[in-house]
């Protein structure tokens, strides 16, 4: 037997039993991930994603941090913070523990096969190629967006952000002294566009250097085309804005999108911006704080290390555990966008046959739903005083159905009335906490 199907076949039976408990749990429920709208998955079966993987006390911000705030209202569907309520690849654990033995936590460089594997992922998955020197680490994609842009921008210049957009983005550029320049997406159809005729009027009207794009985008999940991308390209090329690609995302792809990088565009754009990404996202290693950027423009590459972004290497356990995801990873990933596919047809026909206040279509990429609630808000009369509309729905939802979703306020001004909601979760507490928001509602 292989180290792989050792580790899988042993991790999964531990899942099994934990999955069977809960779901017998919680009444009028199906103890396994057979639930309507599911049933197209095809997976390895390595990976048990429906096992109930408790992450209660470990104090993280998304369950612990939530129940926290929430109480005295208990929240058993916290589906806001973006990372993932599943157990991670048993081989980065298996990984640190061996680390760990060891008992030993002086300086330690990149491991040696670090960046090839990270090339290897980028290869094989998406066609990218990622040149060697071209890699520099960070500890995190906002980390390294913020040293880019402290490179590219002077204090108080203006930053484009396409909304509703990826809320961090806004607490880096101000934090720095930057402003942000909200670029709204149109809704098209129920798909959110780009309104480049209006991102040509901010670039010129605010002087515009630097936009920081988002591939695929967080909140609306869109998996950009290469021909919008494109266009976007070239008006920045044209307009002489960078573009700093965050594509944390990547690896989260339903099977009715594509992902296309965007330095993959052409040579010309890949000259003309950065790439971020990290494994973070892929395999819930947020706290490890591993991320890289690269670019082919090797002089802003090295600018960038003439700057002050020196991070020769990172902490310890990060590392370990980003080389251990992307080097045995591949079916695992294979198994989530599967997983979470599964989750947003879920969603999409859970919506469209129960609950007809909430308006969602299948999205592209990430695992966030990005929902129009605002039906809820309607019959809920509608926010108090200055109260936001997500903050009322946000409480509504909370302290009726157990379910925390993040406003959509946080993403922009545009974002009135949608609220994003985490989807990666079990089928299982999917399908709970649809349940629990139905009752609510239909209790308004
Ligand atoms: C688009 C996007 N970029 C960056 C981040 C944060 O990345 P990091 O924790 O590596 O800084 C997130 C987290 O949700 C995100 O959605």
Redesign the pocket.
Known sequence: MTENTTLNRRFFMKGAGATALLGSAISGLPATASAKGMGNVSMSMAYDLSEEFNRIGSGDSKWDGIRRRARPFDVPFPMGV?DMDFRTLPHITEALMKRMGHQNWGYQPIPADFYENIIAWNADRYDQTVKPGSILNAH????GCLSILKLHNTEGAPVIVQTPG?S?FFGVIRNAQFTSVENPLKLVDGRWEMDLDTMADQIDEHNCKVILF?NPQ?PTGNCWTPDEMRAMGDLCIDKGVLVIA?E??CDFVNKHATYTPYATLGDKYAQSSYTLK?T?KSFNL?AQHC?YLFSDNQEMIDNLKKSGHQRGSLNALGMIACNAAYKYGRTYMDDMQSYIDGNCHFLENFCAENLPEIKYKAHEGTYLAFINASGVADKLGGPNGDQRVGDLLQRFFIEKAGVNLNPGENYGKNGVGYMRMNLATTHLKLHSALNAMKKAIDAI
């Open positions: 973006a995190g994609v906002l980390d990826y961090g988002c967080n965050d944390i995302h990290s973070s947020a991320a």
